[in-house]
């Protein structure tokens, strides 16, 4: 069984900064990687960067290219999410990802998720 613990999520002013950090214990037979995704409300959830365990890749989406860096701790099984210059439309929960295949984008190649951690962004 394969269990994520977020941190790191808070309010704050636009153009300020968060990290948000998810450690990962346990492994499934499928593993390709760690990610994020977010929901904001009344909203579908959606992809906002994955980093591909077997070859070291980050992936990000348009509306976060530029701003947001994901990396990893290989050793303690973690990603990281830097965002930076957050924007009100960034609000949402965030979910992390435990991917089961190697679709990054798509909620169906997620294997686990982790409970959410809020991300508020003020004007």
């Known amino acids: 069984q394969v269990r994520l613990v977020e941190s790191g999520g808070g309010l704050v002013q636009a153009g300020d900064s968060l990290r948000l950090s998810c450690a990962a214990s346990g492994r499934s037979l499928s593993f390709y990687g760690l990610g994020w995704f977010r929901q904001a409300p009344g909203k579908e959830r959606e992809f906002v960067s994955a980093f591909a365990w077997s070859i070291a890749g980050a992936y990000y989406a348009d509306s976060v290219k530029g701003r947001f860096t994901i990396s990893r701790d290989n050793a303690k099984d973690t990603v990281y999410l830097q965002m930076n210059s957050l924007k009100p439309e960034d609000t949402a929960v965030y979910y992390c990802?435990?991917?089961?295949?190697?679709?990054?984008?798509?909620?169906?190649?997620?294997?686990?998720w982790g409970q959410g951690t809020q991300v508020t962004v003020s004007s």
């Open positions: 990802a435990y991917y089961r295949s190697g679709n990054f984008d798509y909620t169906n190649s997620v294997g686990y």
